[in-house]
């Protein structure tokens, strides 16, 4: 039986000040994003959605900023980190349209507010939240590489005791 979207994610507790280290505020967020995920099971294609969505937006920002002063941004930043596993070659057929109508656009959206409210009342960096935003991508795509089949998108995302 699935969990009440309507209570509170374990463990959350008050946001880091703006004036807070830039780590705090980053820890503060990757324990919101953990304790969502874990808590829901959130599958890896949903959380591969909600990664992807930021992702772009801050890139995206970072990318005008850095090109009205003349700068580039690193490929750290710019681009998603490389993977660290082998994936088969393996054609899958699937319809991109209907694994979306499979998605819980409810929980995903939960999943992107507590993301864009830490990120805006933390006044967090963009370029720190990229940054933490890309090692969970990385992460992400590691699970994707291994999809054999459509169902397996939905598997729930797999958080390394270490992460």
Known sequence: MDEPM???VEGSGEPPEPTAPPKEKMLFLQEQMVNFVNQYNLPVI?????LSKYLRHLTAQLSDVASQVGE???EL???PWPLEVESEEVTLEMDLERVLTMVDDARMDIFDTIIRVVLSETEMNHTDAVLLLR????LAR??????KSPGQLF???????DF
């Open 46 to 50: 949903e959380v591969s959605l909600v």
């Open 135 to 138: 090692e969970w991508e990385r």
């Open 72 to 74: 580039e941004l690193p």
């Open 155 to 161: 598997s729930p995302f797999e958080i390394p005791d």
């Open 6 to 8: 309507d209570r509170p």
């Open 142 to 147: 590691t699970q994707l590489a291994k999809v």
């Open 77 to 79: 930043v710019r681009s």
